[in-house]
T-cell receptor, first 117, second 115 residues
Framework: EPEVTQTPSHQVTQMGQEVILRCVPISNHLYFYWYRQILGQKVEFLVSFYNNEISEKSEIFDDQFSVERPDGSNFTLKIRSTKLEDSAMYFC???????????????FGPGTRLTVL | AQSVTQLGSHVSVSEGALVLLRCNYSSSVPPYLFWYVQYPNQGLQLLLKYTTGATLVKGINGFEAEFKKSETSFHLTKPSAHMSDAAEYFCAVSGNMDSNYQLIWGAGTKLIIKP
């Protein structure tokens, strides 16, 4: 069964460093998302991406964040200068976007736990 | 704007007892509603969803939920709890195409199963 994959599973970095979180969405999906979950808190929407551009972003997604689909398969989230409060689990999701009942279902990856020291 | 409220951050039931996890939402457009489960140190797995049609939806692992528009609720139930159901459960609402179907999440309910 197709699945969304994410690497690495755990990333430890020093404050101020850049990190890139990687996701491989399901191959025929057209819409991509990043969410984050700070420990003990709710899941929060960060950004959605379609047709090689950001379609929507939340207030959390400031200038320190960027997303890219560099090669048609990977979907990356970059944090330019990490802060302590960026420590969280980051989930990637993809959605087919085709017609039918499954068009609005997002499939999630296992997440990357980012720890900023 | 859309929002989701899950009543009870922790729910404890005995093995074999009824599970009831509450979810209320607000949405200015017809909502799509979801329940996800997260086992410790794992990702988010879809349990079930409501989009249109039948208001009682069945999901995996014996869970079901009923969409009640008049009560703006989408409570999750399971007739008989099993130890393996211990996990955190998240209710989420998404809008329509205009919002790219982004998910707005509840705070989650941790389900504890007592032997």
């Amino acid at each position: 069964e197709p699945e969304v994959t994410q690497t690495p599973s755990h990333q430890v970095t020093q404050m101020g460093q850049e990190v890139i979180l990687r996701c491989v969405p399901i191959s025929n999906h057209l819409y991509f998302y990043w969410y984050r979950q700070i420990l003990g808190q709710k899941v929060e929407f960060l950004v959605s991406f379609y047709n090689n551009e950001i379609s929507e972003k939340s207030e959390i997604f400031d200038d320190q964040f960027s997303v890219e689909r560099p090669d048609g398969s990977n979907f990356t989230l970059k944090i330019r200068s990490t802060k302590l409060e960026d420590s969280a689990m980051y989930f990637c999701a993809s959605r087919a976007g085709t017609s039918g009942g499954a068009r609005n279902e997002q499939f999630f990856g296992p997440g990357t736990r980012l720890t900023v020291l | 704007a859309q929002s989701v409220t899950q009543l009870g951050s922790h729910v404890s039931v005995s093995e074999g007892a009824l599970v009831l996890l509450r979810c209320n939402y607000s949405s200015s457009v017809p909502p799509y509603l979801f329940w996800y489960v997260q086992y410790p140190n794992q990702g988010l797995q879809l349990l079930l969803k409501y989009t249109t049609g039948a208001t009682l939806v069945k999901g995996i692992n014996g869970f079901e939920a009923e969409f009640k528009k008049s009560e703006t609720s989408f409570h999750l139930t399971k007739p008989s709890a099993h130890m393996s159901d211990a996990a955190e459960y998240f209710c989420a609402v998404s809008g329509n195409m205009d919002s790219n179907y982004q998910l707005i999440w509840g705070a989650g309910t941790k389900l504890i199963i007592k032997p």
